[in-house]
T-cell receptor, first 112, second 116 residues
């Protein structure tokens, strides 16, 4: 079975802190994605990566950056967390040329 | 201050009924569509997908219908069970060409509640 894991299920941080969210997949997927999910807004794409060291902005990249140094790992970074970044963050991965994405369980981040 | 979000569409059914969840998409260039189920506290899980060259696809207890003329997608769940209670998302992909890289654009979701 495809497995996508995220480093934390729940995280509480303070405004201004630097926050790292880690995602690891074990199926050798080329594509990896970071979304945030807010009530009534569905899933919104923050960043995605189609290869190691490659990244592309999604629909809402402001305030975020990403890192993909290894194929299996995709990190989302909040350089200076703000309260409006309180949200559920979902990581997903997929094979190149395929559209089905496999999701992790999510990290619920609260910024105080 | 208080943040006000959009209200998700909801569907409430009795156990054993058939459920139909609808989704409208806007991009006529979309060539692939997928339905996900998200249970409370979990990430979305794949249910079924369909390509734009098809009108209908069936899985176990689920059927997806695609009407390209009116840009409408529906998910039918037969004999709905309490375990089907979840938020259901449709998503579309514009195409594998160019730089889409399998990106999906998600709808806001529909809450399905199944009463025993």
């Amino acid at each position: 079975d495809v497995k996508v894991t995220q480093s934390s299920r729940y995280l509480v941080k303070r405004t201004g802190e630097k926050v790292f969210l880690e995602c690891v997949q074990d199926m050798d997927h080329e594509n990896m994605f970071w979304y945030r999910q807010d009530p009534g807004l569905g899933l919104r794409l923050i960043y995605f990566s189609y290869d190691v060291k490659m990244k592309e902005k999604g629909d809402i990249p402001e305030g975020y950056s990403v890192s993909r140094e290894k194929k299996e790992r995709f990190s989302l970074i909040l350089e200076s967390a703000s309260t409006n970044q309180t949200s559920m963050y979902l990581c997903a991965s997929s094979w190149s040329g395929f559209n089905e994405q496999f999701f992790g369980p999510g990290t619920r981040l609260t910024v105080l | 201050g208080e943040s006000v979000g959009l209200h998700l569409p909801t569907l409430s059914v009795q156990e054993g009924d058939n459920s139909i969840i609808n989704c409208a998409y806007s991009n006529s260039a979309s060539d692939y569509f997928i339905w996900y189920k998200q249970e409370s506290g979990k990430g979305p899980q794949f249910i079924i997908d369909i390509r734009s060259n098809m009108d209908k696809r069936q899985g176990q207890r689920v059927t997806v219908l695609l009407n390209k003329t009116v840009k409408h997608l529906s998910l039918q769940i037969a004999a709905t069970q309490p375990g089907d209670s979840a938020v259901y998302f449709c998503a579309e992909n514009i195409g594998a060409g160019g730089t889409s890289y399998g990106k999906l654009t998600f709808g806001q979701g529909t809450i399905l509640t199944v009463h025993p």
